[in-house]
């Protein structure tokens, strides 16, 4: 009790003291409050009283804005650098954020190339009966040429096939958390300053913030930061910090479903292939339609490999249907912080 008065009569100094800085009227100013400790140390600031029992807490203080996750936190006050503030989260939205899933959309591709082969019909042989001829990537069917393959060791042409690129999966259109709007619901910033013990002086048990800042300031509330298990049935605010403002670092996301694609039609894709015994796709020598299962022909005899061409005959890429993308376990707040303070709460 006999502490706990000394710290009304140190509050009751201080506030003396801005009074007379301001000309006796009370309003805020911009001139030191300065009161001496024992040693002769000055407090250019303000003196806070600090917790008897700081058995869980930190016997440091901070200031603390709260305020709705739509408001502009306001800078630290002066002295107290914006670059050490911390930013702190509450009243978390449950369900994560799950972007909505998309597909890509199917699609027909001409044959990778071709290979020619020095026996009849595409037989399997020896690595040096075959001389592949492998058309450009993203091949439109254009001609185009080669060293021309010379005739014995055009047999036979095995056509690549023509393939139906299935739908798959693209990434997320959105950002996981940002563009869907923020998870809080509320956000507050912590702003810290060098403190100084016994400028106020030792029997007060308060402590000094020498460039923290020059005055009360309205936007922030006092506090100290507890240290001890807020969700311990023993915990409890001191009496000189009853008000008790939990916040939290960040969020562990949640988890969405993956995103699937199922196909809703087949697609249709039939190429007709030409090679050429020159380079320019004028001197045809074979020709095939294939599919996604390839070709085989046996061109003209005596004739060299040169160019080859493609077309469509049918080019009708499908159809697939998204799903997935749906929360299938909720985002939880974490690195929980908890401050005492003087001011009354404002419950998040």
Known sequence: MHRRVLTRLGWAVSELALASACGGTGEACDET????????????????????????????????????IDEEPPPCPPDASDRKALLLYAGLDPAPGCPPCACSQPACELPAGVTASSLYMCQDGAPETRTPFDAPAGWDGACVDTAPIPP??????????ATAVP???VDAIVPRSGGLGSPWKYHAKLCKGDFQAGACG???????????????????????????????????CPDEYLEEHTWFLGHDDGLCSPCACTPTEPSVC??????????????????????????????????????????WVTNVPGACEASGGEPVRDRKPVYRRTYCCIEEAITP
Not at 42 to 68: H, I, K, N, T, Y
Not at 213 to 230: G, L, N, Q, S, Y
């Open 167 to 169: 739908c798959a999966p």
């Open 202 to 236: 030792d029997a007060s048990g308060d402590v000094c913030f020498p460039r923290f800042h020059k005055r009360p300031t309205p936007a922030f509330k006092r506090c100290v930061e507890a240290t001890a298990d807020p969700e311990s049935p023993n915990f409890k």
């Open 270 to 311: 039939d190429a007709l292939v030409s090679t050429y015994a020159d380079t320019a796709c004028g001197q045809e020598i074979a020709s095939v339609i294939v599919n996604d299962d390839g070709g085989c022909t046996d061109p003209s005899a005596g004739f060299p490999l040169g160019s080859v061409r493609a077309e």
């Open 33 to 68: 409050v300065t009161c001496a400790g024992p040693a002769g140390e000055f407090c250019a600031g303000e003196c806070v009283p600090m917790p008897v029992d700081a058995s869980q807490v930190r016997a440091e203080p901070v200031l603390l804005w709260e305020g709705s």
């Open 152 to 161: 014995e060791q055009v047999g036979s042409i095995a056509v690549a096939p």
